[in-house]
């Protein structure tokens, strides 16, 4: 099916009645369109359709706070020192407000075009409305979600509230329980799975995306039911509001593995496998557009030919191979992501160095040996020290490790130039074009680039040309790793380990796990789904976040590390001059322990919301 993108109606729509042409003031709008024309036209609600899909909710995306991906997710903020991102490194604690949404201004848009297509669509067949009432409903389920999973229950809404007296009391609604809320998303789902069509599209929903929105949905309450009543002190509010009973845990755990096995079982979907190394393989799957990969349910789509892109691989490219003169390297990696992928050996992922010990640095010929059998995701994902791309070389090195034989230890030189290469009296390198620069700006401070959703089309991080890279929604990698949670909590062991192996065999694994923990499942998700928008939603609902970031400096996970390489300069000793280590230091310029307290848990509800409708209480600490 031809793209949304195609669709897209400038003048879109005001749902409006008609107007009697008395005089000039009560004319009918050559530009308005009432609902009548709309809903009777397939052409025109697809163009409704497709102003809907790019308001869908995300909380950190390619064109939505993407930024984000630098407060919560395995990154630093390494972009110009704009005072409202450079926060993003010194956060004390996060505000009650991070992920709130309270987004009934789109509930409404939806709700109203079910009711006017019911009302005037009177020239649609019966199979065309079936299709689109079913499409609407995905996206009104996929907002309800969005909200859900920030809030805890809100209240259900379908139809659109309205009054001619000015009776605003009868349009109040209290919230809904959040297990009713994740039960109208289950329902939904299941009755429109069936009429929604849409074959195999990728930019519009199929019944592979309505179970793939199942598949996450029922996973996260399920996790919320188990893991929320183990908590010291659940997290709840009278009645359901907050909270979700633990006895539910496993009916949500089951419809999450059944809407996952439903999507696998179909065979429409299949991991993408065609490039024989691994980690060229895992970014060809995040960045190769069309049906050809065959790995992606449902994404956001952009189009050079029609000026639907975007600025993410301007804003993140690596410094010293940007084809601009101002943004790059905004979102920095941490080592703490990539010493999570692990070693092809099953072996965790922690680089190798200092020798056993410490006395001495290990000492590598080239930049890239520390990372040599490593999980194919990691290079898919990061740029590393000794990468390559567009055909060019990635220049990550920090300085020189120069022994000083009257002291038996190391000087270290740096240079804090920016963007270019330096050289030292030898004539080769003394620090890299990308850095890492412990204080500067738009250049890598971590020691490591983003790779995943970075364009590698010349011109593509060029602000006149930009990307068209697409954002993924929904793909199959993410339901085999819900299959394998749901079967695992089930107690289904061998089963998860089917759906969890499938995944690492892609990374490059040959060989498979045999006994699986819920640890190494939480850590396939992270190395997995990296900047993909899971990483904070999944720390909330297992009820870890507050765990991992207390705050506390002395605490590995609520800090966040960088890995320095330097060049040896040791002359008279070949099996260390000219050789190259690595420092790991905390991020310099990351400067306050990650601090995410209980009342993080749920988003605090906006004042003017419980001015406006009593019946709303709060959530927990607020």
Known sequence: MKSLLKYTICC???????????????????????????????????????????????????????????????????????????????????????????????????????????????????????????????????????????????????????????????????????????????????????NIGNGTSQTRANKFAVLALKSRAMLYAGSIARYNSLLAAPITL???????????????????????????????????????????????????????NTEVILAQDFLQAKGRNHTFSYDNIARGIREDNLGSSAISPTLNLVESFEYLDGTPGVLRNRTADNSDYIYYDKLDDIFANKDGRLHGTVMLPGTTFKGARVSLQAGLKIWNPATNTYTTSENSAQGVETFYTDGKLWTGSSGPVRSGLDISNTGFNLKKFIDPLPGSSNRGQQSDIWWIRFRLGEVLLNAGEAAFELGRTGEALGY?????????????????????????????????DHRVWDLIRWRIAHILWNG???????????????????????????????????????????????????????????????????????
């Not at 960088?562 to 300069?569: G, S």
């Not at 690595?582 to 009342?599: C, E, T």
Request: net charge neutral; aromatic share 12%.
């Open 500 to 532: 969890i192996n499938k995944v690492r065999e892609r990374a490059g694994f040959t060989t498979g796990l045999t006994t699986l923990t819920i640890d190494r499942i939480r850590n396939e998700r992270r190395v997995e789904l990296a900047f993909e």
């Open 552 to 622: 506390n400096t002395a605490n590995p996970d609520a800090n966040l590390f960088a890995l320095y390489p330097y060049r040896v300069i040791r002359p008279g000793d070949p099996a260390r001059h000219d050789k190259y280590v690595f420092d790991k230091i905390v991020a310099p310029r990351f400067r306050a322990a990650r601090f995410f307290q209980i009342n993080n848990y749920y988003s605090s509800i906006a004042q003017g919301v419980i001015d406006a409708n009593p019946l709303i209480i709060r959530n927990p600490g607020h």
């Open 12 to 194: 879109l729509v005001i749902l409006s009645g008609s107007c009697k042409k008395k005089d000039f003031l009560e004319r009918q709008s050559q530009t308005l369109l009432a609902p009548e024309q709309v809903f009777n036209d397939p052409l025109l609600i697809t163009g409704v359709l497709a102003n809907y899909y790019n308001r869908l909710p995300a909380d950190a995306s390619l064109t939505t706070n993407w930024q984000r991906h630098a407060t919560y997710d395995d990154a630093i903020w390494g972009g110009g020192g704009n005072a409202g991102d450079e926060i993003r490194n010194s956060f004390t604690s996060y505000a009650t407000d991070t992920w709130r949404s309270w987004n009934y201004g789109f509930i409404r848009d939806i709700n109203l075009a079910l009711e006017n297509m019911e009302s005037a669509g009177t020239k649609l067949t019966t199979p065309q409305k079936s299709q689109f009432n079913a499409e609407f409903r995905f996206l009104r389920a996929f907002t309800y979600f969005d909200m859900v999973k920030r809030m805890g229950g809100v209240p259900i809404v379908t139809t659109t509230l309205t009054t001619d007296k000015g009776d605003y009391e009868t349009l109040r609604r209290p919230r809904d329980t959040e297990a009713a809320v994740y039960d109208f998303i289950a329902a939904e789902c299941d009755a429109i799975k069936d």
């Open 238 to 292: 009278p009645g359901g509001v907050v909270g979700i009973p633990s006895e539910k845990a496993s009916d949500y755990y089951q419809k999450a593995l059944d809407a996952s096995k439903e999507i696998i079982n179909s065979g429409t979907y299949t991991l993408y496998n065609k490039n024989p190394n691994p980690g060229d393989n895992f970014f060809e799957a995040i960045t190769k557009k069309g049906l050809a």
